[in-house]
């Protein structure tokens, strides 16, 4: 059925929501995991046409992507990760195609109103623009 899923990590309490469900699923189908994380400040935007340094928030969010790597390694799944650098939807769209994986597996916060318009764009564009199948998992509440 799935045999490599895309992860999309935001560096958030999210990440737990989504990881719980594609762990399981991973382990029940035999899936690889492919987690994407899509730096997006100022410095992640503009790192190639300006050729700057990484940025403080690049180191962090490579070493959080490594440690969950890690950890899902660790557990018995096969996953590895990827830092992505830019707008979010475009390098999770491109992530997808480029690594042919057949499910992406995203956690959603349950936006309203403009609220939507502004946070609820990635998963829109993902949605719309993929030909594959699409997990949307709602992120808990936070305690």
């Known amino acids: 059925m799935y045999r490599n899923i895309l992860v999309a990590i ?9 990881l719980q469900h594609v762990e399981q699923l991973a382990r029940h189908v035999g899936a690889s995991l492919l ?3 899509v730096a997006d400040g100022f410095a992640a935007r503009h790192f190639e046409d300006l ?13 959080y992507l490594e440690g969950l790597v890690a950890r899902l390694n660790s557990a018995g799944l096969t996953a590895r990760g990827k830092l992505a650098l830019g707008d979010p939807a475009t390098e999770l769209i491109h992530a997808a195609q ?14 309203r109103f403009f609220n939507d ?5 990635t998963v829109d564009r993902v949605r719309h623009e993929l ?3 699409i997990l949307l998992v709602r992120a808990a509440a936070k305690k």
């Not at 050729?51 to 070493?63: I, K, V």
């Not at 318009?117 to 764009?121: D, K, N, P, S």
């Open 10 to 18: 935001e560096h958030s309490d999210a990440d737990e929501t989504i």
């Open 35 to 37: 987690l994407v994380h």
């Open 51 to 63: 050729g700057l340094r990484e940025s403080e928030e690049m180191r962090e969010d490579r070493a």
């Open 98 to 111: 480029s690594e042919a994986v057949d499910l992406v597996a995203m956690a959603t916060h349950g936006h």
């Open 117 to 121: 318009l502004i946070r609820g764009a």
């Open 131 to 133: 030909r594959i199948p």
